[in-house]
């Protein structure tokens, strides 16, 4: 873990954690969607909705829109709960 850490860009370093604690999140799906939406981060860089449920690396949105997580590595991603 330590011999990783050199190899974090700067601007990742204050999310590096020095313990490995998982955390675990119960979201349930109430309903699934019938037809997704997927979002695409590079077509839609900027989306506003509220979360119904987490399934997997899949965060659901009310509209039916699908947030693929593993899918957009790479991204930097700001979320704002409220």
């Given at each position: 873990?330590?011999?990783?850490?050199?190899?974090?860009?700067?601007?990742?370093?204050?999310?590096?954690?020095?313990?490995?604690?998982?955390t675990e999140l119960e979201f349930p799906v109430l309903q699934y969607p019938t037809k997704v939406k997927s979002l695409n981060l590079t077509k839609t860089p900027t989306f506003e909705g509220k979360l119904k449920g987490i399934k997997g690396q899949?965060?659901?949105?009310?509209d039916n829109t699908v947030f693929n997580v593993r899918g957009s590595e790479g991204y930097y991603v700001g979320l704002t709960i409220s």
């Open positions: 873990r330590e011999k990783l850490k050199q190899y974090i860009p700067e601007e990742a370093l204050p999310y590096y954690l020095e313990t490995n604690k998982e899949y965060l659901i949105f009310e």
